[in-house]
């Protein structure tokens, strides 16, 4: 089965950092890229960041840009999230979601067919 | 940007759902997907490719598009449809993004 486990979110203060990580299971982890969509309180989806299946690439979203960092261990077949400099506009559920197409261009990330079950951040004093 | 519309339909089990969604630029249909999501839970791909069904969702469910227009149909509703449906601009990065969602509720 296909499968993929966030683990990492929590409750940090404005200007902390928090790093989450998904677990991904069932299918050959380095032919699928895998992003970070996020999903705050009552509001739509927002794509975050994602990195390509060999990891040699890495996109973000401008609002998360020069904060966030994602990577991935094949070793491991995990990716990860480190967030830092969080403000309460990073308050959301975070969902680890992996592209449905194998062997993507670097760059290009495509529908989404394999879904973590989210971890929620929040970002409070 | 992708703007749907409504943000609220309501309707009956056993009637048919029309969902929006506009591009603000030209689109190519390969690069629209249409997911649900309930309460509580992560989002599900319904539709890839404008109109392609995804593993498993039932032939209830269709997509088109016409120019910058794109549409998910559900033919009938069924109890367990009534969700939230987003879609979803596809391809390089800086082009990722989600539209606003529409509601579809129990009349």
């Not at chain 2, 029309?18 to 989002?43: D, E, F, N, V």
Request: charged letters at 15%.
């Amino acid at each position: 089965e296909v499968q993929l486990l966030e683990s990492g979110g929590g409750l940090v203060q404005p200007g902390g950092s928090l790093r989450l990580s998904c677990a991904a299971s069932g299918f050959i982890f380095n032919r699928h890229a895998l992003s970070w969509v996020r999903q705050a309180p009552g509001k739509g989806l927002e794509w975050v960041a994602g990195i390509s299946g060999s990891g040699s690439t890495t996109d973000y979203a401008g609002s998360v840009k020069g904060r966030f960092t994602i990577s991935r261990d094949s070793s491991k077949s995990t990716v990860s999230l480190q967030m830092n400099s969080l403000t309460v506009d990073d308050t959301a559920v975070y969902y680890c979601a992996k592209d449905r197409r194998a062997a993507t261009p670097p760059g290009n990330y495509y529908d989404m067919d394999v879904w973590g079950q989210g971890t929620t951040v929040t970002v409070s004093s | 940007l992708l703007t749907q519309s409504p943000g609220t339909l309501s309707l009956s089990p056993g009637d048919k759902a029309t969902l929006s969604c506009r591009a603000s630029h030209s689109l190519s249909s390969h690069y629209l997907a249409w997911y649900q999501q309930k309460p509580g839970q992560a989002p599900r791909l319904l539709m890839f490719g404008t109109s392609n069904r995804a593993t498993g969702i039932p032939d209830r469910f269709s997509g088109s598009a016409s120019g910058t227009d794109f549409t998910l149909t559900i033919s009938r509703l069924e109890p367990e449809d009534f969700a939230v449906y987003y879609c979803q601009q596809c391809g390089d990065a800086t082009d990722l993004t989600f539209g606003g969602g529409t509601k579809v509720e129990i009349k």
